[in-house]
């Protein structure tokens, strides 16, 4: 509780003298007659309360702090149960004060509410640095998801489908009691590892193929977010083991740089020139890495960004108005901040064998000195390969929240049988 009680202090203290800060809990969304989409409470509403239950407010008003919570009758607690009414809630939630959501006009009359955008860019700045009571969240969401990252390497067997290894992720989660994902899980055997944003989640797995598998789950809902690829039958081939020495690199060399100070566009583009000093050495690259790199050869096997903020939403906050920079490289990244103590951030590179991208007419006329596309065409049958943790940035090296195997012994070990 003090953990949201500090949260709540340190957005009125940001505040002070602007007016009422009213924010407005999430509220049910209608699926179809009489059901629900499964709730998730507001992410700012979530942030400063804990409180998961819908159609709730808060009104803070100086140091005052008032919940509003949904009046029910008998009729609603014969169908859903009781809920918690104002004295119980007053306890749970440690707020001042709490009255019934109907009586918001009471609760913020005569008061001028903060301007919207003020208050929106004072929840990013705030939501951007994680105190150390989010942080034990994020830690547990982390070990929690990575036991079933494990759960799902040891159960994988050629023939079973990839919905199966979904169910033994959800399962690993929520017997562990978190009953919630932080989004869709992708579970992606051979080439649909290749769709990054792949959902099917329906395809059979075969021998000799990759897995790749982002899934993570929240608590109090804070995000994990957490990919491993590992060889179906326990064994990476030759060629798998290339590429995924790749991106291990890569991904192991941000980390270590990944300190305050840091740009988190420079980082990208240091990422990408590491995957293309490494894809010239495997001979799907010639020429300069810089040319490589500014020129977008690399691309084509690295589509994405190498990092995102990580917290209550998966694509977290990036930080308000006051951290926005402009990007000082000469790729296109969507996320330019410099890094700070406190932040929690996803390090993701990959490397893809995409024919959208491959067989593009117009890219390979536009590459054609610069990609080996006789011998990128003979990997159109690999898939993917994509390995990300969630660290967080500390004044000393990032602490590294994800315990997942990574390296490739350890992969084909957590994958024995
Ligand atoms: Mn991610």
């Known amino acids: 509780m003090n953990h ?4 709540r202090r340190s957005l009125a203290k940001r505040l002070a003298g602007q007016g009422v800060v009213h924010l407005a809990g999430g509220k049910p969304v209608a699926r179809n007659f009489d059901v629900e989409y499964a709730f998730r409470q507001n992410s700012d509403f979530l942030y400063v309360t804990g409180v998961e239950e819908p159609g709730c407010h808060l009104v803070l008003d100086g140091s005052r702090e008032i919940l509003l919570v949904p009046r029910v009758d008998a009729h609603h607690r014969v169908w859903e149960g009781n809920v918690p009414g104002p004295s119980e809630a007053k306890k749970l ?3 001042d004060k709490v009255m019934y959501a109907d009586e918001l006009k009471k609760a913020l009359r005569g008061r001028r509410p903060v301007a919207a955008s003020k208050l929106r ?8 640095v994680k105190t150390e009571g989010e942080l034990a969240l994020m830690r547990r969401a982390n070990a929690v998801s990575g036991e079933a990252h494990a759960a799902v390497m040891r159960a994988t067997r050629p023939g079973m489908k990839e919905y199966e290894l979904q169910a033994i992720f959800d399962s690993a989660c929520v017997k562990r009691g978190l009953k919630h994902l932080a989004y869709p899980s992708i579970v992606a055997a051979g080439v649909n590892g290749a769709v990054l944003h792949y959902r099917k989640n329906d395809a059979a797995l075969r021998s000799g193929d990759l897995l790749l598998i982002d899934a993570g789950a929240e608590l109090g809902g804070y995000a994990a977010d957490i990919t491993r690829t590992f060889p179906i039958n ?3 081939t030759r060629r798998q083991r290339d590429v995924y020495s790749v991106v291990l690199e890569a991904q192991k060399k941000c980390i270590a740089r990944a300190r305050p100070g840091i740009i988190s566009a420079d980082l990208h583009v240091y990422s990408m020139r590491v995957i293309a000093e490494g894809l010239k050495d495997l001979g799907f690259l010639k020429g300069d890495v810089d040319g490589l790199v500014e020129g977008g050869a690399v691309r084509l096997f690295y589509p994405h960004g190498l990092t995102h903020m990580l917290g209550l939403d998966v694509h977290d906050v ?3 108005k006051r951290r926005v920079l402009p990007n000082p490289t000469k790729v296109p990244v969507r996320f330019v901040a410099k890094l700070e103590p406190g932040f929690v951030i996803t390090m993701e590179p990959g490397v893809y064998f995409i024919e959208a991208l491959l067989k593009d007419p117009v ?3 536009k590459h054609k000195d610069s990609v080996d596309f006789a011998k990128a065409d003979s990997f159109l049958d690999f898939g993917g390969i994509r390995i990300e943790d969630d660290i967080v940035v500390r004044d000393g090296p990032a602490e590294n929240l994800t315990r997942v195997p990574k390296e490739i012994d350890a992969v084909e070990a957590a994958c024995a049988r």
């Open 93 to 95: 939630f440690g707020v």
């Open 121 to 128: 860019d004072a929840l990013d700045e705030l939501r951007a």
């Open 234 to 236: 326990g064994k990476f």
């Open 318 to 320: 990036m930080g308000g």
């Open 363 to 365: 890219l390979r006329r």
């Open 4 to 7: 949201y009680r500090l949260l």
